[in-house]
């Protein structure tokens, strides 16, 4: 069995024991007797009982990376207990020795969340390729579920990126190097833990670029300590003239970190010596409002009394502030040892908009943000700020972290990173990487398991489409996508592939016609389609591709119409020679609104066609039946051909109910039965002249042993009207029977 001894070389034994004695003095009375008893018995039996603390495939020693974390969270952050406790002993949770319940027992419910938040984060890290994505940023927060994870996390890295200098694994140091350089250098400015940013970014540049680091480290010939030095002996002599014009102001001053001057010198092109700003001090006055411009410029004429400004470099932003609402005199001056320096002035409440609102320093930087992790932030870095540290994190511990409780946040298998809004499917994920991908979705496997395509996604997910080429979009699709790019590309692909089918039976047609060595018209064609009761050319071609009529019925009519007059209608005495026709030259080819309907859970907008079995018009109750092509045909709930379709397939019914306001026409037949009585017909045709928005499109009687039978074709806009007209027809002289087909 291992013992510590073993575990430990002599150098991180004494390492150790340091380490241990700085935390103790920081945490103070934080951390009891017990509490150092608890945690070293735990750490122990994990090395000598279970093995957990092995180091890891890099040679680091995570007893001593937690350590170091647990100090550079009381140096940098806030010394705190919880904190501490929860950072030794994630190792012990992470490898299943402890569970949260445990740690709740010997400890508290508090230690035991934070340690669920760093068990949650954990997994992330798989996915390397999404670390340089912002939205990872986003991932972090909603799986850290408690802003001291953050801060945990912050802490370790800076711990492990100071750990790993001149470490033989030069990839490993890149890599590092990288996520702090991308990841949580941002999110330590964000947070307002500016010196940890600073640090990350100035390391990141000397493990990835060592040359120029050194280079830029020589050129300025002296340490940090010595510049900052140097500011204090610049900041000196105004000190003192403003003290003595009796302003009240808070001086800070900084020197520019060596990552911020590469980063100006490959903006700007220049070398070190073109750079204005290595260092740089801040006047912030404490003034009413009323009285700060005038305080500012009094700053302003005090500092280039003493320091010789450059005029070139000089930024008014106070009398025309920037778009962004930020507000502050920049002046650059010639300090001591011939070197520039810069210097801000601007009121209190312009420093709190720089830092904290819309012209946020973060912000005009290029770092992207949005709205609530704007307050989010805000908070943070006043809680940081503050002071009282046990407070500060009683404030912490109830803060929501779940900032993006809107959207999700998944993976594909190489680790890319997509944000979706929240109650995106997997349809949804397919089609937000691609069109085809979408359009040939089967299904898909979500964290190696297999899922359909309406399965919920969750932030965290990672998602592998599956495809088939034989797959096509369907038309109940649209019930399980929710973002507009999915449906709306759903609807093209349906009204397309209709399209295609709707050209190919225009073909098949026109061959048929060659066939019979008929010159087709486009006109007569259109008076047969309007005869055979299509409102669209669109639905009469796809009505023969899905085989509802046949080619050689279409031709048959179209020889037969072309055969007679134009207009066949005549008023004859008797139902038994009448026959009407009514003409369809000049009439317009009406199209129907895209919101009379809605289908489904309120799909509006779609195509769809009306039955031509039961013609449903407006106010009918009606019910939708898919196709197999997708296509959604609306029927009457009395059909007769519905009830059958209910029996054979009931899973392909789709809810459906009139919308909006009646105001397209619909055809209706009726069936007429009467005594032939001369003059019958024209009454009747009469009554439909005079109803409104009704339009006689045909009629044909029958007649027989003194009685008629007379079938009505008319246009109408709603089942009330048609209801009435029914009533009317009813009240003609003769007639006794009226049935709506």
């Given at each position: 069995m291992a013992t510590t001894q073993d575990y430990f070389?002599?150098?991180?034994?004494?390492?150790?024991?340091?380490?241990?004695?700085?935390i103790n003095e920081r945490l103070g009375s934080q951390l009891s007797c017990q509490d150092i008893n608890t945690v070293h018995g735990l750490i122990k039996r994990g090395i000598t009982e279970a093995g957990i603390f092995r180091r890891d495939q890099y040679g680091l020693n995570p007893v001593i990376r937690h350590l170091r974390t647990a100090l550079t969270l009381c140096?940098?952050?806030?010394?705190?207990?919880?904190?501490?406790?929860?950072?030794?002993?994630?190792?012990?949770?992470?490898?299943?020795?402890?569970?949260?319940?445990?740690?709740?027992?010997?400890?508290?419910?508090?230690?035991?969340?934070?340690?669920?938040?760093?068990?949650?984060?954990?997994?992330?890290?798989?996915?390397?390729?999404?670390?340089?994505?912002?939205?990872?940023?986003?991932?972090?927060?909603?799986?850290?579920?408690?802003?001291?994870?953050?801060l945990i996390m912050t802490a370790d890295r800076l711990a492990l990126m100071r750990a790993i200098n001149h470490h033989p694994n030069e990839k490993f140091v890149h890599e590092i190097a990288s996520e702090s350089r991308y990841l949580y250098a941002p999110l330590a400015h964000k947070l307002g833990l500016y010196a940890i940013k600073t640090e990350l970014e100035d390391t990141s540049l000397k493990y990835l670029n060592r040359k120029v680091f050194t280079q830029i480290a020589n050129r300025l010939m002296v340490t940090k300590e010595e510049r900052d030095k140097y500011v204090e002996d610049f900041i000196k002599p105004i000190d003192e003239r403003l003290?003595?014009?009796?302003?009240?102001?808070?001086?800070?001053?900084?020197?520019?970190?060596?990552?911020?001057?590469?980063?100006?010198?490959?903006?700007?092109?220049?070398?070190?010596?073109?750079?204005?700003?290595?260092?740089?001090?801040?006047?912030?006055?404490?003034t009413q409002e009323k009285d700060e411009k005038r305080a500012c410029w009094l700053a302003y004429s005090i500092v280039t009394d003493i320091y010789k400004a450059n005029p070139s470099r000089f930024k008014d932003w106070i009398t025309i502030p920037k778009s962004n609402g930020y507000e502050s005199l920049h002046i650059t001056v010639y300090g001591p040892e011939d070197k520039w320096v810069e210097v801000q002035i601007r009121s209190r409440r312009m420093d709190e908009t720089a830092e904290r609102g819309?012209?946020?320093?973060?912000?005009?930087?290029?770092?992207?943000?949005?709205?609530?992790?704007?307050?989010?932030?805000?908070?943070?870095?006043?809680?940081?700020?503050?002071?009282?540290?046990?407070?500060?994190?009683?404030?912490?511990?109830?803060?929501?972290?779940?900032?993006?409780?809107?959207?999700?946040?998944?993976?594909?298998?190489?680790?890319?990173?997509?944000r979706l809004p929240q109650g995106a499917t997997l349809l949804d994920f397919a089609f937000h990487i691609h069109t085809r991908v979408g359009s040939t979705c089967m299904g898909?496997?979500?964290?190696?398991?297999?899922?359909?395509?309406?399965?919920?996604?969750?932030?965290?997910?990672?998602?592998?489409?599956?495809?088939?080429?034989?797959?096509?979009?369907?038309?109940?699709?649209?019930?399980?996508?929710?973002?507009?790019?999915?449906?709306?590309?759903?609807?093209?692909?349906?009204?397309?592939?209709?399209?295609?089918?709707?050209q190919l039976a225009r073909e098949t047609l026109q061959r048929r016609f060659k066939n019979r060595k008929i010159e087709a018209d486009d006109a007569t064609l259109a008076r047969v389609i309007k005869k055979m009761g299509y409102k669209t050319t669109t639905e009469f071609y796809a009505a023969i591709q899905e085989d509802i009529i046949d080619v050689n019925t279409v031709v048959e009519q179209y020889m037969a119409f072309a055969a007679k007059p134009a207009d066949t209608s005549t008023a004859r005495g008797t139902a038994e020679e009448f026959v009407l026709q009514q003409p369809t030259e000049g009439e317009s080819h009406h199209r129907f609104s895209d919101d009379i309907l809605t289908i489904g859970n309120?799909?509006?907008?779609?195509?769809?066609?009306?039955?031509?079995?039961?013609?449903?018009?407006?106010?009918?109750?009606?019910?939708?039946?898919?196709?197999?092509?997708?296509?959604?045909?609306?029927?009457?709930t009395d059909c007769k051909n519905l009830k059958h379709l209910k029996e054979r397939y009931p899973?392909?019914?789709?809810?459906?109910?009139?919308?909006?306001?009646?105001?397209?026409?619909?055809?209706?037949?009726?069936?007429?039965?009467?005594?032939?009585?001369?003059?019958?017909?024209?009454?009747?045709?009469?009554?439909?002249?005079?109803?409104?928005?009704?339009?006689?499109?045909?009629?044909?009687?029958?007649?027989?042993?003194?009685?008629?039978?007379?079938?009505?074709?008319?246009?109408?806009?709603?089942?009330?009207?048609?209801?009435e007209l029914i009533r009317k027809i009813l009240n003609i002289k003769g007639v006794k029977q009226v049935n709506r087909l």
């Open positions: 070389t002599a150098e991180e034994r004494a390492l150790l024991l340091q380490l241990v004695k700085d140096d940098n952050i806030v010394p705190d207990r919880t904190m501490v406790i929860a950072t030794m002993i994630y190792n012990l949770c992470r490898d299943n020795y402890l569970n949260p319940e445990r740690v709740k027992a010997l400890f508290d419910e508090d230690i035991a969340r934070v340690v669920h938040g760093l068990l949650n984060v954990a997994p992330l890290y798989k996915k390397q390729a999404a670390v340089e994505d912002e939205n990872f940023h986003k991932l972090l927060l909603t799986f850290a579920e408690d802003v001291r994870v953050i003290k003595a014009e009796g302003l009240k102001y808070e001086l800070k001053g900084r020197t520019k970190s060596i990552n911020s001057i590469w980063q100006k010198m490959q903006k700007q092109g220049v070398d070190l010596g073109g750079i204005y700003d290595l260092f740089a001090i801040r006047i912030i006055l404490d819309v012209a946020a320093h973060w912000r005009y930087k290029g770092i992207k943000s949005d709205g609530s992790a704007d307050k989010w932030m805000n908070d943070v870095r006043e809680m940081l700020e503050a002071s009282g540290q046990e407070g500060q994190m009683n404030l912490m511990r109830n803060m929501d972290t779940n900032l993006y409780n809107n959207e999700v946040f998944v993976f594909t298998p190489k680790g890319d990173l997509f898909g496997k979500v964290d190696g398991k297999n899922q359909k395509i309406n399965y919920r996604l969750k932030s965290g997910d990672t998602v592998e489409v599956i495809t088939s080429a034989t797959q096509t979009p369907r038309l109940d699709w649209l019930n399980i996508a929710v973002t507009s790019k999915a449906r709306n590309k759903i609807k093209n692909a349906i009204n397309e592939r209709r399209a295609h089918q709707a309120d799909i509006k907008g779609i195509n769809y066609k009306l039955a031509r079995c039961c013609n449903p018009i407006f106010g009918d109750p009606i019910e939708g039946f898919v196709a197999s092509d997708g296509a959604i045909k609306i029927h009457r899973y392909r019914l789709i809810r459906t109910r009139w919308a909006g306001k009646a105001g397209s026409q619909f055809i209706a037949t009726l069936k007429v039965l009467g005594r032939d009585d001369i003059g019958i017909v024209s009454s009747i045709t009469s009554v439909i002249n005079k109803t409104d928005d009704c339009l006689l499109r045909s009629i044909s009687v029958q007649a027989e042993g003194g009685f008629f039978e007379g079938m009505l074709t008319v246009n109408i806009s709603n089942i009330s009207l048609l209801d």
